[in-house]
């Protein structure tokens, strides 16, 4: 590292006007902490939906070293956020373009610092996360040998990152997101995954993320968004994502996919009351358009209604405001639709209409996709769903 020092100033100081970025770049050098700032409160900006923040944050870290790719790895991390919180397909085109080109500059100068320092973790880590945010952007594309590629080749990285930085808790956050989800994987995936990749192992992948939950340093609250949802979505332990949840709504109030996830929690642990008030402030936000509120969250708030009437065994209205969610076609919506058309699906199996429920389950499939909708429309399409014992049919 020393002789990359003297070499760029060296070079720069050929170069007219050059003096400030040679003395920003020793700075990183010198106050690693105050570039951890600028990652850190940048970091917080994106989970509370104030992008134009997080970005000027990360910028400034960029800033402090050109040649430090943990700050493009970040600013990837912010562009994602930005891009599934970006409703219009012109600004979510442009926010991808800006995950690849910044993920490109992390992979880019990560391998030119592992060429000198081959046993630094922060470039192996930064490599993994921009990895990553390209696989990210291959399953929107659905070019999935593209996705299953960055995969393979971030999942090295981390490996790394973890063997020459044990302390670096974030590592486990990235470690437990492989381990969980391709235990969730179909037959055929989860052995190309254990061959190529890393073999599933849910319990372990849950220690892991619960690690970098509590420990966790930049990625915490990610590892605690993730592992709310799990515990929610594939655990159906909405006990243990409630407290998560409401913390993650205290800190990013901002943040509306905390108050849709609170909305759908409190729903799964009875409290009706709670969920129903959840979902008139959003039901109010929308009307308002109070940033980042959007009437293109609309189908969202239908299917948080749909999921606490289906809660409540009130499956006639459920099924009102499910049908709903199916009329918005629109490529941000993919995912609430796939979870709606499972939801469709559950309720055609409670009134005992397999073929019905089957062609919703499949429909859901056909979107392609990640996350527990996919998940459970396989499981259904196998074994019809049943609702708990006790619970009303209205």
Same mark, same amino acid.
């Given at each position: 590292?020393?002789?990359?020092?003297?070499?760029?100033?060296?070079?720069?100081?050929?170069?007219?006007?050059?003096?400030?970025?040679?003395?920003?770049?020793?700075?990183?050098?010198?106050?690693?902490?105050?570039?951890?700032?600028?990652?850190?409160?940048?970091?917080?900006?994106?989970?509370?939906?104030?992008?134009?923040?997080?970005?000027?944050?990360?910028?400034?870290?960029?800033?402090?070293?050109?040649?430090?790719?943990?700050?493009?790895?970040?600013?990837?991390?912010?562009?994602?956020?930005?891009?599934?919180?970006?409703?219009?397909?012109?600004?979510?085109?442009?926010?991808?373009?800006?995950?690849?080109?910044?993920?490109?500059?992390?992979?880019?100068?990560?391998?030119?610092?592992?060429?000198?320092?081959?046993?630094?973790?922060?470039?192996?880590?930064?490599?993994?996360?921009?990895?990553?945010?390209?696989?990210?952007?291959?399953?929107?594309?659905?070019?999935?040998?593209?996705?299953?590629?960055?995969?393979?080749?971030?999942?090295?990285?981390?490996?790394?990152?973890?063997?020459?930085?044990?302390?670096?808790?974030?590592?486990?956050?990235?470690?437990?997101?492989?381990?969980?989800?391709?235990?969730?994987?179909?037959?055929?995936?989860?052995?190309?995954?254990?061959?190529?990749?890393?073999?599933?192992?849910?319990?372990?992948?849950?220690?892991?993320?619960?690690?970098?939950?509590?420990? +966790?340093?930049? &990625?915490? !609250?990610?590892?605690?968004?993730?592992? @709310?949802? #799990? *515990? $929610? /979505?594939?655990?159906?332990?909405?006990?243990?994502?409630?407290?998560?949840?409401?913390?993650?709504?205290?800190?990013?109030?901002?943040?509306?996919?905390?108050?849709?996830?609170?909305?759908?929690?409190?729903?799964?642990?009875?409290?009706?009351?709670?969920?129903?008030?959840?979902?008139?402030?959003?039901?109010?936000?929308?009307?308002?358009?109070?940033?980042?509120?959007?009437?293109?969250?609309?189908?969202?708030?239908?299917?948080?209604? +749909?999921?606490? &009437?289906? !809660?409540?065994?009130?499956?006639?209205? @459920?099924? #009102? *405001? $499910? /049908?709903?969610?199916?009329?918005?076609?629109?490529?941000?919506?993919?995912?609430?639709?796939?979870?709606?058309?499972?939801?469709?699906?559950?309720?055609?199996?409670?009134?005992?209409?397999?073929?019905?429920?089957?062609?919703?389950?499949?429909?859901?499939?056909?979107?392609?996709?990640?996350?527990?909708?996919?998940?459970?429309?396989?499981?259904?399409?196998?074994?019809?769903?049943?609702?708990?014992?006790?619970?009303?049919?209205?």
């Amino acid at each position: 590292m020393k002789r990359q020092i003297i070499f760029y100033l060296l070079l720069v100081a050929a170069t007219a006007g050059a003096f400030h970025i040679s003395t920003t770049a020793v700075a990183s050098q010198l106050h690693p902490d105050l570039l951890k700032g600028y990652l850190r409160s940048g970091v917080a900006a994106s989970f509370n939906m104030e992008y134009q923040k997080a970005h000027s944050l990360i910028q400034k870290a960029i800033e402090l070293d050109a040649d430090n790719p943990i700050g493009y790895a970040y600013m990837t991390m912010v562009h994602l956020m930005a891009y599934e919180g970006t409703f219009d397909e012109k600004g979510r085109q442009a926010q991808q373009q800006s995950v690849l080109s910044y993920a490109d500059g992390a992979v880019s100068r990560g391998k030119q610092r592992l060429a000198a320092l081959p046993k630094d973790a922060q470039s192996y880590m930064a490599i993994a996360m921009a990895r990553l945010a390209k696989a990210r952007c291959a399953l929107y594309e659905k070019k999935y040998l593209d996705m299953f590629s960055e995969t393979a080749g971030a999942w090295d990285y981390i490996k790394k990152s973890e063997e020459f930085d044990p302390q670096n808790y974030d590592c486990y956050f990235l470690m437990g997101l492989f381990r969980y989800h391709i235990d969730h994987l179909p037959g055929p995936t989860r052995f190309l995954s254990f061959c190529f990749i890393t073999g599933g192992d849910r319990r372990l992948g849950l220690e892991e993320l619960e690690t970098a939950a509590n420990k +966790g340093d930049l &990625l915490k !609250a990610a590892a605690l968004a993730e592992l @709310s949802n #799990d *515990y $929610l /979505q594939f655990e159906q332990q909405a006990d243990k994502a409630l407290p998560i949840i409401q913390e993650l709504k205290r800190t990013f109030p901002g943040n509306f996919n905390f108050s849709f996830a609170l909305g759908h929690t409190l729903a799964e642990v009875r409290h009706f009351d709670e969920a129903y008030a959840v979902a008139g402030e959003i039901e109010r936000c929308i009307r308002s358009a109070t940033p980042p509120y959007s009437s293109l969250l609309q189908s969202r708030y239908d299917y948080l209604m +749909g999921n606490i &009437l289906f !809660a409540q065994g009130d499956y006639a209205r @459920s099924k #009102d *405001y $499910l /049908q709903r969610v199916l009329t918005d076609t629109s490529p941000a919506s993919g995912r609430v639709r796939a979870a709606a058309l499972v939801r469709m699906g559950m309720i055609s199996d409670i009134y005992q209409e397999r073929k019905q429920a089957c062609q919703y389950y499949t429909a859901s499939l056909e979107i392609g996709g990640d996350g527990a909708a996919q998940v459970h429309a396989k499981k259904y399409l196998d074994t019809p769903y049943t609702p708990p014992d006790g619970q009303r049919i209205f």
